[in-house]
């Protein structure tokens, strides 16, 4: 049930993101431009001077798309090279007082990729795996320029379509360098000090070791004297109806109920599979991770990042203390995005199309939130049918702390931008509260999306709702006085394919492999669920999971880095193709055939073309995991 609050919460959320819109854009304004004043320039400019020469980069010098595109591609080659080389020498390295050892070739490989992405997809618990060291150089690094990289690149497609006739989009290196020192450095030291000041730590000191009041017991697996885990062979389970002593299965509100029996062989023989042998383990104290959480926090939501310094994210209480540090947190991450949409507008002489993109995002903001909301209020339906009304809806792997609309709006907007931060269990979400941030990764993360590219992902889409209005009036299409010809059509179409192409791919390969069937907690539709978000999450450089996936193996590393890296470098590639054809187009003044690109009707058609080009590839494999789980569990079915 939603109360009051939670209506007056989310409406504050969305004025406050409006009001925010203005002043971002106006700000960004001033840092994408090379000679732009800003009011830090007499503290940063001889800094910003010195970074150039030390780089060798003539900042006064402009690049066309296929030198900016080279130069992006080369920073983030030589950048993650060296976060795979911090990450396989780890243990050799400073600042690591919990010894940790270095990460394996797979891991770091996935990991380097991830970071420099703006993934942040982690196959590792950061607390029992990363050193400070890496923590802050390998990893938080990445975190700034990652996300300077997507703004850099949306204000070059940007530039395409506000300039006439030219041939460049800027210097990559000065984008680079401005939105780092300008924007993310200055907002995340004081976002870090607020942060703090809501209980969030900030130290080196060493992880702490609490004693229990009362000690428990686990199950571990045993191993031998060499640490390696023993096994034993035992038989695969398989669900059957129960019987009675007709032979009759027993039924409870009209549903079967379901019996564990071995499972059988084309031979009749039981079907058996090695499993570790489990032993008892008593725990008496907890360790509490320590170290410099508040400075990573900042900065992997205003960044649009979303790795966690622990495993829980932004569930653990260190990283998210307070309901205030909660609402901070997803206000920080549509801040930026939504100032680009002004910034778009500006920068194009038409702020009603910024605004008019920005509503498009916003009306599909509200409608995955109120599907997603409405499904956690609603709960369990194999509750209800026991009888067990849960009043508070569906609460498994949510904080009570945040409850059923903070989890749900946390979990719309990390999808909607490509954060990936958590601060509850998308996999204990019901089939349709799942199905929202699963559908708003597979549109391309466009609804505000990640710093830059929502912007320029959305703009993809915008060049196709013009393409397609120009069919239906018979007319050349044009965007903001430029033709939009057969090659701006097919970059745009490229950069949507190749995700649909990589994220079906890889997803497919995965559900019909033993390296992919064999790391999943459930069987079924929800099964495939998992896979599915694992390849959608890495290819919309996403990072969140439903986490009933162990993607720590060396077949899932690899292919989810590659997924990562043609999900962010082989879509930006075409899109900045499309940068540069639309910088060389003229400018025609606006006649009586040009569909206006502001307005109720382009953003009815804009949402239309989103919802059905963007929606209909997946929607096969939407159908058989989230959506036929909802039918199959109020018929009382779990997996």
């Not at 992006?72 to 090279?81: A, D, E, I, K, N």
């Not at 034993?232 to 039924?251: F, H, I, R, S, Y």
């Not at 590393?557 to 187009?585: C, D, E, Q, W």
């Amino acid at each position: 049930m939603s109360r009051p609050f939670d209506w007056l919460q989310l409406a504050v959320y969305v004025v406050l993101v409006a009001l925010l819109t203005k002043p971002m854009g106006l700000y960004l304004c001033q840092v994408l431009e090379a000679k732009g004043k800003t009011w830090l320039d007499p503290i940063l400019k001889p800094l910003e001077r010195l970074t150039y020469w030390l780089m060798g980069v003539d900042s006064e010098k402009e690049q066309d798309w296929k030198l900016y595109t080279f130069a992006m591609l080369l920073f983030s080659l030589v950048s993650c090279l060296l976060t795979y080389a911090i990450l396989r020498l780890q243990k050799h390295l400073p600042l690591n007082p919990q010894g940790f050892d270095s990460l394996t070739p797979d891991l770091s490989f996935n990991t380097a990729v991830s970071f420099t992405t703006n993934t942040n997809w982690q196959s590792y618990s950061g607390e029992n795996t990363m050193s400070y060291l890496s923590q802050m150089l390998a990893l938080v690094i990445h975190n700034f320029t990652s996300a300077a990289v997507g703004i850099a690149l949306a204000a070059a497609l940007v530039r395409g379509l506000a300039r006439h006739s030219a041939k460049t989009l800027g210097n990559f290196w000065v984008d680079l360098v401005r939105v780092t020192y300008y924007l993310l450095v200055p907002v995340c030291v004081v976002f870090a000090v607020v942060l703090i000041s809501q209980g969030m730590i900030q130290n080196f000191k060493p992880y702490t070791k609490a004693k229990l009041t009362e000690a428990y017991t686990i199950q571990v697996p045993k191993t031998d004297d060499k640490g390696q885990p023993v096994t034993t062979n035992v038989a695969v389970m398989a669900q059957a109806p129960k019987l009675d002593q007709k032979g009759q299965p027993v039924l409870t509100n009209g549903v079967a109920m379901m019996v564990d029996v071995p499972k059988l062989d084309e031979k009749g023989q039981p079907v058996m599979t090695n499993m570790p042998v489990m032993v008892d383990q008593k725990v008496e104290e907890q360790t509490i991770p320590q170290g410099p959480m508040a400075s990573q926090v900042a900065i992997k939501m205003l960044g649009t990042n979303g790795g966690g310094y622990t495993n829980a994210n932004a569930a653990y209480p260190f990283e998210n203390p307070t309901p205030l540090s909660n609402f901070l947190q997803i206000l920080s991450i549509f801040a930026i995005g939504s100032g680009l949409t002004y910034y778009l507008g500006r920068q194009t002489k038409n702020q009603a199309h910024g605004w008019s993109v920005w509503s498009a995002m916003m009306v599909l903001f509200l409608a995955g939130v109120f599907i997603c909301w409405w499904a956690e209020a609603r709960g369990n339906p194999i509750h209800q049918q026991l009888g067990v009304m849960a009043a508070g809806g569906n609460m498994e792997g949510k904080e009570v702390r945040f409850g059923i609309l903070n989890s749900a709006l946390f979990a719309t907007i990390t999808t909607d931008a490509s954060c990936g931060a958590v601060n509850s269990m998308h996999d204990s979400f019901t089939a349709l509260g799942g199905f929202v941030p699963l559908f708003n990764i597979q549109l391309g993360e466009i609804i505000i999306g990640g710093v830059g590219a929502g912007l320029y992902g959305m703009l993809v889409f915008v060049v196709l709702a013009v393409f397609i209005a120009g069919l239906m009036v018979g007319r050349t299409p044009e965007y903001l006085g430029k033709k939009i010809q057969s090659y701006d059509v097919k970059m745009s179409m490229l950069a949507l394919l190749v995700l649909a192409l990589s994220i079906l791919g890889f997803a497919a390969w995965a559900s019909v492999s033993k390296w992919g069937t064999d790391q999943l907690s459930n069987a079924g539709p929800h099964g495939l669920s998992e896979i599915l978000y694992a390849y959608s999450s890495a290819n919309g450089n996403n990072g969140s999971a439903f986490a009933g996936l162990n993607a720590n193996t060396p077949w899932l590393n690899t292919t989810i880095g590659v997924a990562m890296l043609i999900g962010r470098f082989l879509m930006i590639v075409p899109i900045m193709g499309l940068a540069g054809s639309l910088a060389g187009k003229k400018i025609s003044p606006p006649s009586a055939g040009t569909f206006p690109v502001s307005g109720f009707t382009f953003v009815i058609l804009l949402l239309g073309t989103v919802l059905l080009v963007g929606a209909l590839n997946f929607l096969p494999a939407l159908t058989l995991g989230p959506v036929i789980e909802h039918f199959l569990t109020n018929q009382g079915k779990l997996y």
